[in-house]
C-alpha cells in the first residue's frame, strides 16, 4: 500500500504484519479499524506499478464487536456511504483514496528487508524484525513511532479440506465456498494470517515491549555491522480468512476475505460507483469500476466483515455476484 504520513504517526504493526504477506495484485483496498487500536490508519508502504492508486494491500487486522447490522445511509456531498449497526455506530463505508506515497529512499530500503526477512521463513512462519538504520527509526520525516515490523510467510492450501482444518485450528472467521458459483469457476486455494505481537492494550504491551527490547538489545550489543535482527514467534489465532476461486488458468479470479472487525473501509476512486444493496437481510455496498465489481458486508452475529472481489473484468454480472453472496448469508 502507498500513503502519506506525517512525522510520529502510529503504525499498528499487525496491519502493517497484514499488510506485507499478500501480493497486492490481487486484491483491493479494505481498510479495517484494529483490534487493538481503533482510530489507527493501516500503514501504507510500496506502491506497485501499473496498479491504480486505489489498488493496495489488504489489511486485515481488525477488532472483534457484538453488534447488528442494521441501517445505513449515503452522504449526498460526499457520493460515500455509511453502514450503521443498531447502536448507530458506523461498521462499514465508502472513503476516498489515498493519493500519497511514502518517499522511495524510504520505500525501498523497507523493502529490501522485507524480502530479507521473509526469505528467512518457511511457510506459516511469523517473525518481528528491527532494522539498525537511523532515518527509518528517527530522520525520514514519514513513520518513526513503529520501530519494530514484523513478516508472515503464508502457507496456500490447494485442499479445501486442509483449508478448512487449519482454519479451525486458528479460529480463523468462517469462510467457506460460496453455494451459488457461476460457470467454470472453483476454489483454487486458501490462506488465514496470524494475530501477533501488539503495541496496545495491556497485556499486548506488555508483549510487545518485550519484544522489542529483546531486538534493540541484540541490535546495541552487536559489533558485526548487520542491520537486520529478526526473532521467529509462535502463533496459534488467525485474524482473517483468505479464499481464491480460479477461473480457466487464473487461479485468482475472485478473491473472498473474511476479518473479525468493527469497522471497514472501502476506498472509493472518483470513477468508481457506488450504491447500497440488499443481501437477504442484511444491507452491503456494491463497488464498480472499469468492468471489475466487488461487494463488502458485516455479519453482526459473528462479528465478521466479508468482500467478495472480482479480479477479471467482465468475469460475471452483477447478479451473478449477488447471489454469490447472498449464498454465503448464514440465516
Sequence with gaps: ???????????????????????????????????????????????????????????????????????????????????????????LKTTDPSSSALPAKLSNLLEEYRTRVLSKLKPGELAAYYIKDDYINKGNGYDTVNSIKFGYQPIAYRSYEDFQKERVRTSAPILEVPGYLPKG??????????????????????????????????????????????????????????????????????????????KASLPKSPDATSEKIRLKHVEAIYLHENGEDWISWYDGNRSIVYTIMVNVKGLMTKNDLKAMAESMIID
Excluded at 502510529?10 to 479494505?30: A, G, K
Excluded at 488465514?192 to 510487545?208: I, K, L, M, N
Design 185 to 262: 469457476m472453483k476454489f483454487a486455494y486458501g490462506q488465514v494470517f496470524p494475530f501477533g505481537p501488539a503495541r496496545f492494550g495491556e497485556e499486548d504491551r506488555v508483549e510487545y515491549d518485550a519484544l522489542k527490547q529483546r531486538l534493540m538489545n541484540q541490535a546495541e550489543s552487536s559489533s558485526s555491522g548487520e542491520k537486520l535482527f529478526v526473532e521467529k514467534l509462535n502463533w496459534s489465532k488467525a485474524f482473517n480468512s483468505f479464499l481464491y476461486l480460479s477461473h480457466g488458468n487464473n487461479s485468482t479470479a475472485v478473491t473472498i476475505t473474511a476479518g473479525y472487525g468493527q
Design 1 to 91: 500500500m502507498a500513503g502519506g504520513r506525517t512525522m510520529g504517526n502510529l503504525v499498528d504493526p499487525i496491519e502493517e504484519l497484514r499488510q506485507h504477506s499478500v501480493p497486492d495484485d490481487h486484491f483491493r483496498d479494505v481498510e479495517f479499524v484494529s483490534r487493538v487500536s481503533q482510530d489507527i490508519e493501516d500503514h501504507q508502504h510500496k506502491r506497485r506499478s501499473g496498479l491504480r492508486s486505489f489498488k493496495r494491500k489488504t489489511v486485515m487486522s481488525i477488532m472483534v464487536s457484538s453488534i447488528l447490522l442494521a441501517s445505513f445511509t449515503a452522504y449526498a456531498a460526499t457520493g460515500h456511504i455509511q453502514i450503521f449497526n443498531s447502536k448507530g455506530e458506523i461498521v
